[in-house]
């Protein structure tokens, strides 16, 4: 796949732009050690127990709650570090809604105001609520939210749902995420995938597309 090759005269006209939440558009801090130490847990602990596939798909896919999540993972914790302050360091590490990349914010304030903007994230139920505090709410034309499909990214329904709610067929969507086997998925379905690594390379992958304002 050639990110910065996409437009030829033959090429569609791009109407949508999907983009990634996790690790395109929201930033979260390097590590937990503060919290970790504060608590009485061993570093890299909250991630390693939280993020385990078989939890975590669980609450991606809407089987269970984000609440119910967080108290797994709290109860994973106390089970396995028994001297541990479990659940007030879940309760810590719940509380912040990550950061959002100003630049890449930018970049989607550049494009087309006809290009319809679709956020596509594996996420928990606790989305909706992260992006009203992070003042996104209205941003988007569509939410595609795994934890509310029962889909994950890179299952291929996910992505027609994304089409579908982008009213949109696959040549004419752009699509934006972190994961490669996502942005593999996105393009055998005919979108025109980039993997993102920094903002620059996305700002000239969008001026090649022929999305931004001139």
Not at 150 to 168: D, S, T
Request: with cysteine.
């Amino acid at each position: 796949m050639n990110d910065h090759s996409l437009v030829t005269a033959q090429a569609p006209r791009y109407a949508a732009l999907l983009i990634d939440f996790d690790g395109v558009l929201r930033r979260w801090p390097a590590s937990d050690d503060a919290i970790e130490i504060a608590h009485g847990l061993p570093i890299g602990s909250l991630r390693r127990i939280a993020f385990v596939p078989a939890l975590l798909d669980q609450a991606l896919a809407g089987r269970i709650t984000d609440e119910q999540w967080r108290e797994q993972v709290a109860e994973r914790l106390r089970a396995t570090y028994p001297g541990s302050e479990a659940e007030a360091a879940v309760g810590q590490w719940s509380q912040p809604c990550g950061q959002l990349d100003t630049e890449v914010m930018a970049l989607l304030d550049a494009c087309h105001p006809d290009l319809r903007l679709v956020l596509v994230s594996n996420a928990t139920t606790r989305l909706a609520r992260d992006l009203q505090t992070l003042g996104l709410s209205e941003r988007f034309d569509a939410v595609v939210n795994s934890s509310e499909l029962g889909l994950l990214k890179p299952e291929p329904e996910i992505f027609r749902a994304a089409f579908a709610r982008a009213g949109v067929e696959a040549r004419q969507a752009l699509f934006v995420d972190d994961d490669p086997d996502n942005v593999a998925a996105a393009a055998a379905l005919g979108a025109h995938g980039l993997r993102y690594r920094d903002c620059e390379g996305l700002r000239g992958w969008l001026e090649a597309a022929g999305v931004l304002r001139d």
